[in-house]
């Protein structure tokens, strides 16, 4: 007799197409291991829909609103609403700066696959913590990130994000 | 503004400049984005941080939304990517570990009344998921929290149904294994 272990997690989670489907409801009528196995699956399943995290109430809007469509977000709104030769002119300035400064920013790809591209994930700039614990600044006479985000004149990065 | 208004349509009038269309998306979509991102990064920290860019990276591509009905795949393709793309500097920097203090979906405290053998087990399945490949993670996540079919999965992830099934299978089984491991937790 060939089991159905494999299919058993699909079908508890009841993502078996027709024929896989009877295939298993016929073979779970004569084997007794599989109904055990088919058992501790559904328990898995339903214990993973047991596992969510605890959301807060706080809505992002907020801060996305200020990204986007907020008054309070106007150098942001300038550098993204500038053209991408412009913005590509002034990633390269702050890129030119950091590598002035002895920094190695990692190259970040966008969702599309962009090669850093500010606005796609200006998070970057957050990681203070390595950055400033990171030896490639040379240790404790290293510049904070503070100030070498203001040399790069994206200091409002930081704060709007 | 319709609350009934389908995403397709608030996408549109969002692209055309429409902020409260775009509230309705942001609010619509946040609590279902978070908990995935959650899910993926494994802190509450990061996850809030991505999903606020999530949130920026669907206005700025509002104009190139196609409206065929398929905005949560979409949506959640952004989520993925901005997540794969922090999981994979995270991993180039250097390794951060696990640390349930940071992470609230890890350190459940069971209440006075609480049944410890069952906030165990959730947390040995939170820590088993952890463990998880990346896409395997991901498939999962999508399908059993976010409730999206094998074909929604498959286009958030940029990949095949008959792909989707099988990380998922794979994913199932590894958890199984792991689980296994702790006795009769499972
Ligand atoms: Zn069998």
């Known amino acids: 007799m060939k089991h159905v272990t494999e299919l058993l997690q699909l079908f508890v989670a009841g993502e ?26 559904l328990r ?14 706080e809505s992002v809007w907020p801060s996305v609103r200020a990204r986007t469509f907020g008054a309070g977000s106007r150098q ?29 920013v990692p190259v970040n790809e966008g969702p599309d696959g962009d090669v850093y591209d500010p606005g796609s994930d200006s998070s970057w700039l957050l990681e203070s913590s390595w950055l400033s614990e990171s030896s490639w600044l040379g240790g404790d006479g290293a510049p904070g990130i503070d100030e070498l985000l203001l040399g790069a004149g994206l200091q409002d990065e930081v704060d709007g994000s | 503004m319709s ?8 996408m549109t009038r969002t692209a055309a400049g429409d902020e409260e269309a775009f ?10 984005v978070l908990s995935f991102l959650i899910h993926m990064l494994g802190s509450v920290e990061e996850a809030e941080d991505l999903l606020q860019e999530t949130f920026v990276q669907v206005f700025r591509k509002a104009d190139a939304y196609r409206a065929t009905g398929k905005f949560k795949s979409w949506l959640f393709r952004i989520a993925g990517n901005l997540a794969r793309s922090r999981l ?19 350190s459940s405290q069971p209440g006075p009344d609480a049944d410890l053998e069952s906030s165990q087990r959730k947390d040995a399945v939170r820590a088993s998921m952890d463990r998880l490949p990346q896409r395997q993670k991901e498939a999962l996540v999508l399908n059993r929290f976010q409730g999206m079919s094998y074909q929604e999965a498959a286009e958030a992830m940029g990949t095949t ?26």
């Not at chain 1, 896989?20 to 016929?26: A, C, F, N, P, S």
């Not at chain 1, 942001?76 to 190695?104: E, M």
């Not at chain 2, 609350?3 to 608030?10: N, S």
């Open chain 1, 16 to 41: 078996l197409d027709g024929p896989r489907k009877h295939v298993v409801e016929e073979h779970l009528k004569k084997c007794s291991a599989c109904r055990d196995e088919a058992d501790q699956a």
């Open chain 2, 3 to 10: 609350q009934a208004m389908d995403d397709d349509a608030l």
């Open chain 1, 76 to 104: 942001q709104q300038w550098f993204f609403g500038s053209g991408g030769l412009a913005r590509g002119a002034l990633a390269a300035t702050a890129l030119a700066a950091g590598l002035t400064l002895g920094i190695l």
């Open chain 2, 161 to 186: 149904v008959p792909g989707v099934e099988s990380l998922i299978q794979r994913a199932l089984a590894a958890l199984r294994a792991d689980l296994a491991g702790k006795g009769d937790l499972l």
């Open chain 2, 23 to 32: 509230r309705l998306l942001v609010q619509r979509w946040e609590r279902d």
């Open chain 2, 88 to 106: 994979r500097r995270r991993k180039i920097l250097r390794w951060v570990p696990f640390n349930p203090v940071d992470h609230d979906i890890g």
């Open chain 1, 44 to 57: 898995l399943w339903e214990d993973l829909g047991s596992v969510g995290p605890v959301l807060s109430n």
